[in-house]
């Protein structure tokens, strides 16, 4: 699993636990972002660079211009989806991660920057979703929250 599906796989599961779902990292299906014949114990990186990169971005390219075509545009989603059967007192769990198809005037599609969407689909919300919306982390965020867990360590050892 390459780092940043990783950390979003772990958000995902932070995700899914706090609203009370019981699953693992095992349980969240990932899309990779490219196949596993490209991945570093197949290919090497001079040869992913070299010939990889372009077979990627042809598809990618492919993926777009479908998405273009319908008027939507690509997003690199997870979607945690749950299904309380009370009479069976089962749960139905589903955690997905990938790239999927979205409309531009979505809240999804509508995505800038590092900014983050998280849509609440509920039985009151059920045609038009709650939407949080706010900033990422970001590269200098990302940086100083970095720098202030080094700085919390250290004082963990005077």
Do not use: W
Not at 14 to 19: E, M, P, S, V, Y
Not at 56 to 72: F, H, M, P, W
Not at 89 to 98: F, T
């Amino acid at each position: 699993m390459v780092a940043e599906a990783g950390a979003r796989a772990m958000n995902a599961l932070i995700l899914a636990r706090i609203l009370g779902h019981q699953i693992n990292l095992d349980s969240i299906q990932i899309e990779s972002l490219y196949p596993r014949e490209m991945g570093p114990d197949v290919m090497t990186v001079e040869d992913f660079l070299n010939r990889g990169l372009l077979l990627l971005d042809k598809d990618i390219e492919t993926r777009v211009q479908k998405a273009a075509s319908n008027g939507n545009v690509l997003r690199y989603v997870c979607v945690i989806e749950g299904s309380r059967h009370f009479f069976l007192s089962s749960l139905h769990i589903v955690c997905e991660i990938g790239i999927q198809d979205l409309p531009k005037n979505s809240p999804l599609g509508r995505l800038r920057g590092s900014d983050n969407v998280l849509e609440i689909y509920t039985r009151c919300y059920s045609e038009q979703p709650l939407v949080i919306q706010g900033a990422g982390a970001g590269n200098d965020t990302t940086a100083a929250g970095v720098l202030d867990d080094i700085v919390d360590v250290q004082d963990l050892f005077p």
